[in-house]
């Protein structure tokens, strides 16, 4: 389904705000928050028709894309309205950074904080699995392929048990570390993402509301 195709403009209730509706920038990837913009119609239509975040400028009182001359786009994954069709969210993956001020997010300097850093992780292991394996553990462990990765994921749980049994925090905490980085390499490898744990643990959270 093409972004046109998945979202009904004339849904939208752009008289509110005066012509304009406020779009919350998220990444799709970390779900950080990147930025605050506001959109009229044209803006909206023009964005899903180009797939990269196009936002209404109310200092410039015109349409602008995201990167036109900065070249940090934005390329959209999905749009979004909230609950009153009077906002949306718009989940995109940036190329560069979203803030003006040359840094990832609008509100702070904090890059994918919270569970966001898995997502960010995810980015990493991608980007890392390319290059020179003799340079790069990630590099060389996606090599050996998925026996290899799952006998790290194997070994990383030992130690993680041992240091929750026997460790202080630290120590405990620095395992599980090195235990769900050696998980999304294994992830990667079978060519899936931690998002498809997530949708598992969704399906039985919702069994679980059913059956109790």
Sequence with gaps: MTLSASLDISSIDF???DGLVPAVVQDADTLQVLTLAYMDKAALEETLDSG?????????????????TSG???NVVSVTPDCDNDAVVVKVRPVGNACHLNRISCFGDEDAPGVG???RLEQTIKVRALADPAESWTARLVAQGPKRAAQKVGEEGVETALAAAAGDEVELANEAADLIYHLLVLLYTRNMVFQDVLDVLAQRA???????
């Design 15 to 17: 008289a509110k705000g």
């Design 206 to 212: 919702e069994r679980a509301k059913t059956h109790g």
């Design 52 to 68: 990269q975040a196009t936002f209404f400028s109310r200092s410039r009182g015109g349409r602008w894309r995201k990167g036109e």
């Design 117 to 119: 850093r898995l997502g």
């Design 72 to 74: 940090d786009f934005l």
